[in-house]
């Protein structure tokens, strides 16, 4: 599981960082459960600041896609069974998101359910 | 038979000699004809009324701790003499062993200076306050922690790292955890039995800086493990992996242990005004603290079959 950040493009490093940890636990890769490096070994390894990577952290957590345990250190958290009210919330937005996509480009229905039925596979 | 004679005088010359113009040696040298003129000049200031044999015996014995000396200054400076060898027991492929060989060089010439220093420290007229054990054991702590403090630099641009977990437990054999744990712990029963009883203050305080030479290696230990790493392939991985538990276990556990047994040895000594067994326990943790650093004086690399590196991630 490699991690890479750049730090000359737009997006904030901490985004970057949140984003593949985020889809690293949303594809399966990183199990329920599984430990996460301390923010002073991820930072030191990445050569970051340790606010970036706690930063990072921190919005993961809000995200409910990890748990800190104190000295047992941040975990992958459990998945729900039932999507909590912002995680349905958030995925009405990304829905937006894909049906403007879809228009801009002149796909219809059909077409963005396929790419999502191929995307839901493949991920 | 005459040739075969020179060749093999010549082979032992061979070997010796680029190790005498090392460096390290002539360091070594340097080092221990200061610590003879100390120990000399000492002993001659209250010496005045020695009759012609004590002299003789005296400077019998200083010869013969001399030789000792440079005897185990040059193994110790003949380092870089095995340490590819070493290195070859070690690992696979070359990239790790010229890593390994670099961090052996590096710790074992560490551990030698700061070992050396702190027995010219203790030459210098600090015998009646500490002893030799202490200087020397503090003086390889301290330089293997400052052997151990250097990082990367941070890069620009992209950069990349595996999502992996090292921890000191990771790379520390059960063995010297439970030899640290049971030092720092006896450290603490001596502090409290020493506060209960009313012992010298002395007596506390080499068990709290028992303690506390635990504890900063242990912080050390940590910043080992945690060191930042970035993405690298299998072979280097593996090499630094092998070069953290080296560092952690042979390099910072095990002097912290032989450490704290010596630091715990004076505290029990200090104890026997309120404790008649405090001199045995002391002399018994002394032997026990001489016996780890004789069992790892360089680096305890001839026990690498018994006692291999260990490295498992959480």
New interface residues.
Partial sequence: ????????RALPVYEQVRDQ?RR?VSTGT?APGA????I???A?????AKGTIERAYELLESDRLIERRGRN?TVVADRPDVPTASAVRELGDAAERLVVVARQVGADEEAVVAALRQAWATL | MRQSSDSSHGSVWDSVWPRLTHPAARAAIAGIVFLSLAVVARSGGDGGGRTPLEIVLLLAILGVVVLGLIGIALTLAGFDADAGEIADRLADDPIQRRLLTRWLERARWARFVGGLSGCIVWALGFQTNFDLLVCGSVGICVAAVLAESH????????????????TVAGYLAVGDRRWMVAVAGSAGVVVVVGLVLGASQSSISWAIAALVTIGLVHLAQRRV???????VNESLRRADDLARSLAIGRGLARPATYAGLAMLARSLFELRSVLAAGPFLGIVAWFCGAGLWWRNRRLGLGHLADEPPQVAY?
């Fill in positions: 599981m490699i991690l890479s950040v750049d730090s000359t940890i690293m990183l430990r996460l490096p301390t002073r070994q991820l030191a390894d990445l050569g970051l250190g | 990082h990367l630099r941070r890069p620009n641009g992209p950069r990349a790292a595996r999502l992996e977990v090292r493990a945690s060191r930042g790493r970035p993405a959480a």
